[in-house]
């Protein structure tokens, strides 16, 4: 439970919190580590000392998980549990906190916490605000960092490129802030007779029964409310259950367009000059219902996008997207940001080590995506080829860095993190596994993971499983290969190594002239890339390169 208090004058969040935090571990705990992000804006940060370049994306994204030099960070003004006041050490961006009495198995504890941070103007590329006229709000609120069956706890420092490990919970939140703020946050608003207007209500009603976008607050509307100071402040109350963040964001200039799809109510905020913002929400619609459809039913009763400074960032129910003038780039940070509704926030990978496992896997999904929405045209049915031209770029021989590197430990995150993976599950679909087979285990590993924690063995474990990878080898040790996935770093062994041009795998694909071919016997299938579909391209690599060295 969070109460806080937007200060627009100082652009202070002032907040007070109960976390009601049960150990569901066989462990006695003597202390819990909670996360304390805003310090990544304090003066003598990790991040600060580090100095990061910037991240840059192909398209000319550019992110700096840095504050710019803002100085900032999180005060805790109190730690509480049965009345006392705790035992606290902060490194950075974590806090060990000495628990009154051993917390046991199944045991509850009660913390009673206050504190106060300045908002950054540029919060390391996922959060900040624009003036005193946009707030777009995450990393927020003191957190219990996750403790696991693997390592413990899990107190590595946000430094950036890093993202984050969250243990899931049910949140009610309080946000106090000026009159003529329209908030939009995870969670569903409380106190709707509060909040929004008569006409706001019964246009949202309209928007709850329709698949086109519904005007909840007009351009027009939006511009008298930017001209217009209202006095006083109110308060908005949202629910939240099963989600492993909240965030939110507001202002007085938003444009609101809302529509659904299934009982999930699909929302566009933007400011009244974005471009072309007035289709994002149909891009919405559409990217919900193809994940729901393909991998798995969007399990909340929203999804918002916000239009703002931020380059592009998740959270459950809510997304930050920037304006951006090309509609198939404005498509593909709309629907790369709602991805990360199935990864990470349904199914919760380990981000700060396994970015692959959300970055990547939602890479992978945004292609299907994008060829979905603009199918028919150049860029739907070719942009998946990007995969092959990043290939040729940056999986230098003797430089590329293994898949599963740490986000902070990458030289080039924006390969590492998201265009490979995304390259190898592409082949793993086409080449190894056929389309059905991959879509049934990638299901499968969605539904068995959702509001969980897998590690990387847990996919690979459900993937081999549901596919049935190994069923019918003869000759297991023949798989023990060399032959990497375009030097991934995944261990390959479901690719044999023959002889030149020729390798093996139970796979579905047929056999080829060009590419691998099925002559050495002691597997049914082999695999082919390119896969036929897709050889008529000339920028693709012949079979050599991927499998048969
Ligand atoms: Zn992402």
Not at 192 to 197: F, M, Q, T
Not at 231 to 236: A, D, E, I, L, N
Not at 364 to 375: L, N
Not at 378 to 384: E, I, K, L
Request: hydrophobic letters at 35%; one cysteine or more.
């Amino acid at each position: 439970m969070i109460r806080a208090t937007l200060d627009t004058a100082g652009s202070v969040i002032r907040g007070s919190e109960r976390i009601h935090y049960e150990n569901h571990s066989p462990d006695t705990l003597a202390f819990v580590w909670v996360q304390i992000e805003q310090n990544i804006f304090a003066r003598n940060s990790v991040t600060y000392a580090l100095n990061q370049p910037p991240l840059h994306f192909a398209g000319g994204a550019v992110f700096d998980f840095t504050g710019k030099g803002f100085l900032g960070g999180i005060t805790i003004e109190r730690f509480r549990a049965i009345g006392r006041e705790l035992a606290r050490t902060e490194y950075g961006t974590m806090m060990r906190v000495e628990l009154p009495r051993p917390l046991a198995p199944h045991r509850t504890i009660d913390f009673e916490v206050a504190w106060h941070f300045p908002v950054p103007p540029y919060g390391g590329g996922r959060m900040g605000r624009i003036g005193t006229r946009l707030y777009e709000i995450g990393q927020w609120y003191p957190r219990m960092v996750v403790y696991d069956d693997v390592h413990g706890w899990n107190p590595l420092p946000y430094i950036g490129a890093g993202e984050f490990y969250l243990e899931y919970g049910d949140f009610d939140v309080t946000l106090t802030l000026p009159a003529g703020f329209v908030v939009a946050a995870t969670g569903t608003v409380q106190n709707p007779l509060a909040v929004w207007s008569a006409t706001e209500r019964a246009r949202l009603a309209r928007a709850r029964a329709s698949a086109q976008r519904v005007e909840v607050i007009t351009k027009p509307e939006a511009t008298a409310h930017g001209a217009q100071r209202t006095p006083g402040t109110k308060t908005w109350h949202f629910r939240a259950s099963n989600v492993r963040d909240f965030a939110w964001a507001a202002s007085p200039d938003f444009r609101w367009d809302a529509s659904s799809w299934h009982d999930i109510l699909i929302q566009t905020l933007y400011r009244p000059e974005a471009t072309p913002w007035e289709e994002a929400n149909k891009m919405a619609w559409f990217t919900i219902k193809h994940f729901s459809e393909t991998w798995g039913r969007y399990p909340w009763p929203h999804a918002t996008t916000v239009e703002g400074l931020i380059e592009g960032m998740e959270y459950p129910m809510l997304t930050f997207v920037p304006s951006i003038e090309k509609r198939e780039d404005q498509y593909w940070v709309l629907t790369h940001e709602f991805g990360h509704e199935w990864f990470p926030m349904l199914v919760g990978s380990d981000e700060r080590r396994y970015p692959w496992m959300d970055e990547g896997f939602n890479t992978f999904i945004d292609y299907g995506s994008a060829e979905g929405y603009f199918t028919g045209t150049v860029y739907g049915d070719t942009v998946r080829r990007e995969l092959l031209t990043d290939d040729r770029v940056s999986a230098v021989p003797g430089a590329e860095q293994p898949l599963i590197t740490k986000p902070v430990e990458s030289r080039d995150l924006a390969w590492t993190a998201y265009q490979k993976p995304a390259l190898m599950l592409t082949i793993l679909r086409d080449a190894v596994l056929g389309r059905d087979t991959f879509e049934r285990a990638l299901r499968e590993y969605v539904r068995r993971w959702s509001l969980r924690h897998p590690q990387p063995a847990d996919f690979f474990r459900t993937i081999e499983n549901v596919s049935a990878f190994w069923a019918g080898t003869r000759s297991s040790a023949r798989y023990a290969s060399t032959c990497a996935v375009g030097r991934s770093g995944i261990p390959s062994r479901r690719i044999s190594s023959a002889r030149s041009r020729t390798c093996r795998a139970r796979t579905s694909t047929g056999s080829g002239a060009a590419g691998c071919t099925p002559r050495l016997g002691s597997t049914r299938r082999s695999i082919r890339w390119p896969p036929p579909a897709t050889r008529r391209s000339s920028s693709f690599r012949t079979g050599g390169r991927w499998c048969c060295r």
